[in-house]
């Protein structure tokens, strides 16, 4: 089967597993043999510098990705951020966490409006997205990945800009990248076992949640 064929016939399905309770790396994945980019960035501002919401006014400090084609980390700086923005629009299909209504909206200051709407036609699963879908609620990467894999995020987005201010580039690019580590990781537990994991914030029990993680065609 031809590389076009795969990506026309791409979707991300899963064999459900309930008891099993760690990621299997001998589980072939939905992603195997496509070029599927995970993604994440940081920004130089915060949304409260601004008097309207405007997330292209944010701008890049830091972009990560990683890329199933080559299995490789990628990190990026606003200095080579047509780069990234290349890594994205030829992908054939982005995975990420609020990165749909968020992170597109930073890049959309550095690029053309065609460039940015092609950005939009590449298949997405935004996890969060679909988890605000299932809960009814917002619900943040940190409390999703403590209660599914056991671990947590090493920083959030308002240290990233302290950070930046800082000038402590390099601790922004351990702590994205460390960001796409475990959005890939919550995807792969998500696709082998058929569910994810959260603390209901007001029982403070842990629940599971049934993900069939599929990506739309482009449009």
């Known amino acids: 089967m031809s590389k076009k064929n795969n990506k026309d016939q791409f979707e991300f399905s899963f064999e459900s597993k309930p008891d099993a309770a ?5 589980v072939q994945m939905p992603t195997d043999n496509l070029n599927v980019v995970f ?5 130089q501002n915060l949304i409260s510098d601004f008097n309207v919401v405007n997330f292209s006014h944010l701008k890049m400090s830091v972009g990560v990705t990683y890329n199933t084609l080559h299995e490789a980390y990628n990190i990026y700086t606003e200095q080579n951020i047509q780069s990234l923005i290349h890594e994205l629009l030829v992908a054939d299909a982005i995975v990420g966490f609020n990165h749909q209504n968020f992170d597109y909206e930073v890049l959309s200051a550095y690029m053309p409006a065609l460039a940015y709407e092609n950005l939009k036609k590449v298949k997405s699963l935004d996890m969060y997205l679909y988890l605000q879908t299932e809960l009814g609620h917002r619900i943040s990467l940190d409390s999703v990945v403590k209660a599914t894999l056991n671990t947590e995020k090493t920083g959030t987005g308002v240290e990233a800009v302290e950070w930046y201010r800082q000038g402590k580039i390099e601790l922004i690019k351990e702590y994205c990248q460390n960001d796409v580590r475990v959005t890939k990781e919550l995807y792969e537990f998500g696709c082998q076992h058929g569910y994810v994991r959260y603390t209901d914030k007001h029982s403070l029990e842990m629940k599971n ?5 599929k990506i739309p065609e482009r449009n």
Not at 209 to 213: A, E, K, L, R
């Open 209 to 213: 949640v049934p993900v069939d993680w």
């Open 22 to 26: 760690e990621i299997n790396p001998s």
């Open 39 to 43: 993604f994440d960035l940081e920004t």
